[in-house]
């Protein structure tokens, strides 16, 4: 049986495809989403408490070169095999290649219903996950002949003062200062209203899903099954850099579903400064509308099962 918290994006995806009236407030999903990254971001570093090492700053570069890797394997199969365009092509390359902190949580809430065994790190991965694929899909769109607005400084001023990577960076050093002890006052709070809080996302999420999907657009068939396709085939990446780091079986799945995830928060407000032409809505379509589901009801299992057959 799927965890419970899938089961609120259910809901909400029947809900919107019903055109139900349900809706989530704008305040209150905001108010969601910031709870949900403070939480997660506090969850890693108090897992960090007393266990920071040189050796973690090497992994978190081969795991940030992951997401330099994908736009390059993504962007060939986009223009070459499904003749997408050279700003949709970038554009999807950015969002597929950097990461989805809503499926970054649904794994975090599976890993723990399991009791897998994860490392305090793969917070971090998040972090050096968001911005690489975003750098390297603009570059290749600009080597193509290609202009982009944004400069490369602009992307990363953008990206790391967006207000959920900073409650994400300052939750780790918050939790990684005062430990799962000293800080317990305060961070109970959180982390024991952690799958509450998830599950009314999703909730939302759903709802969101369910719009971009209403009508289907038939007429981007072939990138509707890329978006379906597409995840288990870059979870591979994830999982065999899990194996190769010796990284606990929990971590190992964590890491496979940020590779397999796509985007829809930081991706979309960078493409759409740097790249004007290039259709958000489609990204969007694919990203949040069909891998987002894919992954959470699907994907996430699936490369558990992977992980173990690895291992071994």
């Not at 970038?90 to 809503?102: E, I, N, Q, R, T």
């Not at 009314?200 to 999420?205: A, D, I, R, S, T």
């Not at 928060?265 to 032409?277: E, F, K, L």
């Amino acid at each position: 049986m799927p965890d419970i918290v899938v089961m609120f994006f259910a809901l909400g995806l029947v809900a919107g495809l019903l055109k139900s009236d349900l809706s989530i407030p704008k305040a209150a999903y905001d108010t969601l989403s910031l709870l949900l990254m403070l939480t997660i971001g506090l969850k890693g570093g108090m897992a960090l408490h007393g266990s920071v090492s040189l050796s973690l700053l090497g992994e978190l570069l081969i795991v940030a070169l992951l997401g330099a890797v994908i736009p390059f394997i993504v962007i060939p199969i986009l223009r070459y095999m499904l003749r997408v365009d050279a700003a949709n092509s970038a554009s999807l390359a950015a969002h597929y290649g950097s990461v989805s902190a809503g499926t970054f949580a649904v794994a975090i809430a599976y890993v723990e219903s399991l009791q897998l065994a994860t490392d305090g790190q793969v917070t971090l991965y998040l972090v050096m996950l968001e911005l690489p694929a975003i750098l390297v899909a603009l570059t290749i769109y600009r080597k193509q002949g290609n202009q982009a607005a944004a400069s490369r400084s602009a992307l990363w001023v953008e990206t790391f003062t967006n207000r959920g990577v900073v409650l994400l960076v300052g939750g780790v050093i918050i939790g990684y200062m005062y430990g799962p002890a000293d800080g317990a006052s305060v961070t109970e709070l959180f982390t024991g209203a952690f799958k509450a809080v998830l599950a009314l996302f999703l909730l939302e999420m759903g709802l969101v899903a369910a719009e971009t999907l209403s009508p289907i657009p038939w007429r981007h068939a072939k990138l509707m099954v890329f978006a379906l396709v597409a995840p288990p085939l870059l979870s591979l990446l994830g999982l065999f850099t899990g194996v190769m780091l010796d990284l606990s079986i929990g971590s190992i799945v964590v890491l496979a579903t940020l590779t397999a995830s796509a985007s829809y928060i930081a991706a979309p407000a960078a493409i759409r400064t740097a790249i004007p032409n290039a259709n958000i809505g489609l990204a969007m379509l694919m990203s949040l509308g069909l891998t987002f589901p894919f992954n959470a009801m699907v994907g996430i299992p699936l490369y558990h099962q992977l992980a173990n057959y690895l291992v071994g």
